[in-house]
């Protein structure tokens, strides 16, 4: 079984860095923002956190962060 | 001029701090890195429908995967990622104008077509990143796992993709121009699509259209050469120009 992953690292390891940066990105804004376009702070971290696999993040940018 | 590369800078700055630059990039990344995950997995997951598949009496044999199939897949998601990013930038002028917000610039001096036309190249010069970070992923591990070169024409049929999507976006920036909406501009370029398809439908117009640009798979296989894309590529070119180019006056009488 660790081979076959090893076989799979090389597309593995971009996508979780990706995932990651994105998180991180959606969790930064998230805690230094008091007002959102829709929802609260509690219910972002939950749907960031729920939906880390790119979704959540992606959702927040796009509906839930506030136009400046 | 001036004012096109300052109205450029605040455009780029604007996806900068929108966030829309990162998405976007993750998103031209993922499809990137999708291509070759799923024709990697393919065996795989045949192996694990073999035993529901042997119930119903078909056998398979072992399944070789080559890099063809992720090129096939990258032809089957990059129309995915080029709707994604008109849906993204749609709004990009009829915001604008619905709101305001470029009547300070314009009493300032900024003339329309700058305007116009510096969105217009931020853009395509999006489009231009996003389609080679996805291409470059995509051949990366295409030569990582199997071989690139059982592909026919790839650079050729990356850059009729590159052209295609550059028809839609200066569709995009010619139906912003009398548009009240997004969704108005979306409906239009979608409209154009649709139109092109029919007339795809007309043997003899197929070389000329730009739909022709779409087919890959045909380029891949070797069926088709370079040579028979030329007509519908000159016919892309010249019809984004002039869609632009007719987007500059239609803007100017238009009343913001």
Same mark, same amino acid.
């Given at each position: 079984m660790p081979k076959e992953i090893r076989e799979y690292l $090389?597309?593995?390891? $971009?996508?979780?860095?990706?995932?990651?940066?994105?998180?991180g990105c959606a969790l930064w804004h998230i805690l230094h923002h008091s007002s959102y376009k829709r929802g609260s702070r509690v219910l972002w971290l939950v749907v960031v956190l729920i939906g880390m696999e790119?979704?959540? $993040?992606?959702l927040y940018f796009l509906l839930g962060k506030e136009e400046e | 001029m001036r004012g096109f590369a300052v109205f450029f800078v605040k455009e780029l700055r604007e996806l900068l701090r929108t966030?829309? /630059?990162?998405? /976007?990039?993750?998103?031209?990344?993922?499809?990137?890195? +999708?291509?070759p995950a799923v024709a990697k997995l393919t065996p795989k997951l045949i192996g694990l429908m073999s035993e529901e598949l042997a119930a119903q009496g +078909?056998?398979?044999?072992?399944?070789?995967v080559t890099s063809m199939d992720s090129w096939v897949q990258f032809e089957k998601n990059i129309p995915f990622a080029l709707i994604i990013l008109l849906i993204m930038f749609s709004?990009?002028?009829?915001?604008?104008? *619905?709101?305001?917000?470029?009547?300070?610039l314009l009493t300032k001096g900024l003339s329309r077509a700058a305007a116009v036309l510096s969105k217009c190249a931020v853009v395509m010069l999006m489009w231009t990143g996003g389609l080679a970070l996805c291409f470059g992923l995509t051949y990366f591990y295409g030569d990582f796992y199997w071989d690139n070169s059982a592909v026919h024409s790839l =650079? =050729?049929?990356g850059f009729c993709w590159w052209l295609f999507g550059l028809l839609m976006i200066g569709c995009?920036? =010619?139906? *912003? *121009?009398?548009a009240a909406s997004s969704a108005q501009v979306l409906l239009g370029t979608g409209a154009v699509y649709f139109v092109m398809l029919l007339a795809g439908m007309y043997g003899r117009a197929k070389a000329y259209l730009p739909t022709r640009l779409c087919d890959s798979l045909s380029l891949f296989r070797g069926d088709l050469h370079p040579s028979d894309y030329t007509a519908a590529a000159v016919v892309t070119a010249a019809l984004t120009a002039a869609l632009i180019l007719a987007a500059l006056?239609?803007?100017k009488q238009r009343q913001i």
């Amino acid at each position: 079984m660790p081979k076959e992953i090893r076989e799979y690292l $090389p597309l593995l390891i $971009p996508l979780i860095i990706v995932q990651f940066v994105l998180l991180g990105c959606a969790l930064w804004h998230i805690l230094h923002h008091s007002s959102y376009k829709r929802g609260s702070r509690v219910l972002w971290l939950v749907v960031v956190l729920i939906g880390m696999e790119f979704i959540g $993040p992606i959702l927040y940018f796009l509906l839930g962060k506030e136009e400046e | 001029m001036r004012g096109f590369a300052v109205f450029f800078v605040k455009e780029l700055r604007e996806l900068l701090r929108t966030k829309r /630059l990162l998405i /976007l990039c993750c998103l031209f990344l993922l499809f990137g890195i +999708m291509n070759p995950a799923v024709a990697k997995l393919t065996p795989k997951l045949i192996g694990l429908m073999s035993e529901e598949l042997a119930a119903q009496g +078909m056998t398979v044999s072992a399944v070789t995967v080559t890099s063809m199939d992720s090129w096939v897949q990258f032809e089957k998601n990059i129309p995915f990622a080029l709707i994604i990013l008109l849906i993204m930038f749609s709004g990009i002028y009829t915001f604008e104008y *619905s709101r305001g917000t470029l009547i300070p610039l314009l009493t300032k001096g900024l003339s329309r077509a700058a305007a116009v036309l510096s969105k217009c190249a931020v853009v395509m010069l999006m489009w231009t990143g996003g389609l080679a970070l996805c291409f470059g992923l995509t051949y990366f591990y295409g030569d990582f796992y199997w071989d690139n070169s059982a592909v026919h024409s790839l =650079f =050729f049929a990356g850059f009729c993709w590159w052209l295609f999507g550059l028809l839609m976006i200066g569709c995009v920036v =010619f139906f *912003s *121009s009398f548009a009240a909406s997004s969704a108005q501009v979306l409906l239009g370029t979608g409209a154009v699509y649709f139109v092109m398809l029919l007339a795809g439908m007309y043997g003899r117009a197929k070389a000329y259209l730009p739909t022709r640009l779409c087919d890959s798979l045909s380029l891949f296989r070797g069926d088709l050469h370079p040579s028979d894309y030329t007509a519908a590529a000159v016919v892309t070119a010249a019809l984004t120009a002039a869609l632009i180019l007719a987007a500059l006056p239609l803007t100017k009488q238009r009343q913001i």
